[in-house]
């Protein structure tokens, strides 16, 4: 008799289950979506892991290397070294060796880190102040610089590398340029150039007229290359234009490949390591903010302290003998002995000039003749006690011996 009820209720319940089972799966619908994570930690650490892997696919030989040390065993022919990274602090020891290993036969690449200043006569870049190039922003060259005084044949030797370079080849089209903001590499046999998003707010300026090729936009010149002995050197004003993001646009990666072919790469980050300090406080900053508050606690431990050791006493129980004992003592350990026995000299010296005027004007022996007159005390009480302090810290007993000679000395003026 109670079988049945239970039955209909757990039916109802399993048709309720169901009916709202086929709503809710009527409801659902199907989608993809795309989960991006950004870039690969590689990728992030690598500015120019694109153009490496793009080199490899060419069958090109490629290398990375942190640091000039690199020049100790690459040999020069048949190589390029493309220094794609700061050289802010490269030392002219070390931009000598790269020309010198560019002279023998090497291919150097580099990019134009610093502004040319015409009031020092130099950038401050050691390797393009070295080969004569200069850098110049865009916006520079548009003014009307023929009034400006000093330097005009310098001035008229640039302008007439611009227009050189505006009409370097016969087969560039004559019509107007439709990319005037891009970069563009004319070749032989090549009815159309190869372009490159260079930055055209700089130019390359070839002081020294030993630029073989170029590369440049409407207003400006971004690439130059030059002999340089036996090897081969190219400047460029940014190489951004090979970073990951920026390798694929127009013919950036094919620039990069045209420029090393036939040669082994060497990619240069970074002309110069950090210092210890430097990669401590990139890595390990709250490390280092511990060890400077333990530096501070140990010299606050060990540090020395001003005043007596020991807790001040009761004032109420405080003699004049006590006070007197303490002020010497901390006199003592503060100033030294010899600035004490200096102001007991000094002080003798003050009135004897008090007593005999002139005094500090006599020779040291008329001195001591004048304060034995003075006291009536024997010369070898006066040498005793006027005499030149040593140099070597006083025992106990000859420091109490001196002063006892000094007070006996003052209190007889």
């Known amino acids: 008799m109670n079988l049945r009820p239970r039955f209909l209720i757990g039916a109802g319940l ?17 989608y993809q979506d795309t989960v991006e994570h950004g870039p690969a930690p590689e990728v992030l650490g690598n500015p120019y892991l694109a153009a490496e892997h793009f080199l490899r696919k060419q069958g090109l030989q490629v290398t990375r290397a942190d640091g000039l040390d690199v020049l100790d065993g690459l040999p020069s022919a048949g190589h390029s070294l493309l220094l794609l990274g700061s ?23 580099f990019i134009a880190e610093r502004l040319y200043e015409e009031e020092d006569g130099k950038s401050g870049d050691l390797l393009a ?39 370097q080849d016969e087969q560039a089209p004559a019509e107007e340029d439709p990319f005037p903001e891009l970069t563009k590499l004319y070749l032989e046999n090549e009815q159309a150039p190869a372009y490159a998003n260079f930055d055209p707010d700089f130019h390359l300026y070839d002081s020294q007229n030993r630029a073989h090729a170029w590369a440049n936009s409407a207003k400006a010149t971004h690439m ?34 045209y420029l090393t072919q036939d040669s082994a790469v060497t990619l240069l980050y970074r002309a110069e390591r950090d210092s210890l300090g430097t990669l401590l406080g990139q890595n390990f900053p709250e490390a280092l903010v511990a060890l400077v508050l333990l530096i501070v606690l140990v010299l606050w431990h060990v540090g020395q302290r001003q005043g007596p050791l020991m807790a001040p006493a009761n004032r ?12 010497a003592d901390f006199l003592l350990r503060r100033s030294g002995q010899a600035s004490l026995l200096q102001g007991l000299q000094r002080d003798i010296q003050r009135r004897a000039r008090h007593r005999h005027p002139g005094f500090e004007r006599l020779p040291v ?13 024997p010369p070898s009480a006066i040498s005793q006690a006027m005499r030149p302090l040593p140099k070597q810290r006083l025992n106990a007993n000859d420091f109490i011996r001196q002063v006892a000679h000094l007070q006996t000395l003052r209190n007889a003026l």
């Open 14 to 30: 399993f048709l309720l289950l169901g009916l709202a089972a086929i709503y809710i799966a009527g409801r659902l619908q199907p």
């Open 87 to 109: 050289r802010s602090r490269m030392t002219p020891r070390q931009a000598d060796r790269l020309l010198e290993w560019a002279n023998k036969g090497g291919h150097l690449l």
């Open 129 to 167: 102040d070295r080969l004569g190039v200069q850098q110049y922003e865009t916006k520079d060259l548009n003014e009307d610089k023929s009034t400006e005084p000093g330097e005009p044949e310098e001035r008229e030797a640039e302008a007439q590398a611009m227009d050189a370079a505006a009409t």
């Open 224 to 257: 130059l290359q030059l002999n340089h002995g036996d090897g081969l050197i190219t400047v460029l004003t940014d190489g951004w234009i090979w970073q990951n993001r920026d390798i694929i646009e127009y013919d950036n990666a094919w620039l990069l490949w």
């Open 316 to 327: 109420a129980r405080r003699q004049l003998e006590e006070h007197l004992r303490g002020s």
């Open 365 to 377: 022996a008329e001195q001591w003749q004048v304060l034995g007159r003075l006291t009536r005390l």
